[in-house]
T-cell receptor
Framework: EADIYQTPRYLVIGTGKKITLECSQTMGHDKMYWYQQDPGMELHLIHYSYGVNSTEKGDLSSESTVSRIRTEHFPLTLESARPSHTSQYLC????????????FGQGTRLTVV | RKEVEQDPGPFNVPEGATVAFNCTYSNSASQSFFWYRQDCRKEPKLLMSVYSSGNEDGRFTAQLNRASQYISLLIRDSKLSDSATYLCVVKSGYNKLIFGAGTRLAVHP
């Protein structure tokens, strides 16, 4: 089993609230990713990181922000949640070397009401 | 054009059938290739990596054609438990993981 954890698993929150989705891995992976996935739809890369102090925007524009102060943590923050942010957010990590797989956390299902 | 394209399906097959999924990618500089499986409302999990020479893992065979930028997955003797969405994944030269939209497989008795 992969050692990558996301909290909370489920979150229902009101519009305008600030939220932080946590992602932690204990595998020492330098690469970390955030994907957004609506039910029955494809995964969209919204952020990724090559290592500490590295963050990059993904292919899908997102109002969220990320930080990478420590190797093992890659939190995602929404300053002001809106109903359009309702989705599943999946965090993943991998080694830098090519031909290495990515491991996923169990995801956070966010509902903004 | 999407970087990774897959037939969305669904593929509805009886138990014991052989089914093949295809995937094409647009970035010729892509370095690594994978098939992931995603069950309903779960996270994706690695099914198998795809090597240039082709590789097999039990009932699953993956093949890569770099010249045509094409990846395939063959499942033999389908089981009910194979029902899932199969995701084609490409790792680019920048080490970004790009997922296809997935192909849904439904195996029925």
């Amino acid at each position: 089993e992969a050692d990558i954890y996301q909290t909370p698993r489920y979150l229902v929150i009101g519009t305008g609230k600030k939220i932080t989705l946590e992602c932690s891995q204990t595998m020492g992976h330098d690469k970390m990713y955030w994907y957004q996935q609506d039910p029955g739809m494809e995964l969209h890369l919204i952020h990724y990181s090559y290592g500490v102090n590295s963050t990059e925007k993904g292919d899908l524009s997102s109002e969220s922000t990320v930080s990478r102060i420590r190797t093992e943590h890659f939190p995602l923050t929404l300053e002001s949640a809106r109903p359009s942010h309702t989705s599943q957010y999946l965090c993943a990590s991998s080694e830098v070397a090519l031909n290495t797989e990515a491991f996923f956390g169990q995801g956070t299902r966010l509902t903004v009401v | 054009r999407k970087e990774v394209e897959q037939d969305p399906g669904p593929f509805n097959v009886p138990e014991g059938a052989t089914v093949a999924f295809n995937c094409t990618y647009s970035n010729s500089a892509s370095q690594s290739f994978f098939w992931y499986r995603q069950d309903c409302r779960k996270e994706p999990k690695l099914l198998m990596s795809v090597y240039s020479s082709g590789n097999e893992d039990g009932r699953f065979t993956a093949q890569l054609n770099r010249a045509s930028q094409y990846i395939s997955l063959l499942i033999r003797d389908s089981k009910l438990s194979d029902s899932a969405t199969y995701l084609c994944v490409v790792k680019s030269g920048y080490n970004k993981l790009i997922f296809g939209a997935g192909t849904r497989l439904a195996v029925h008795p």
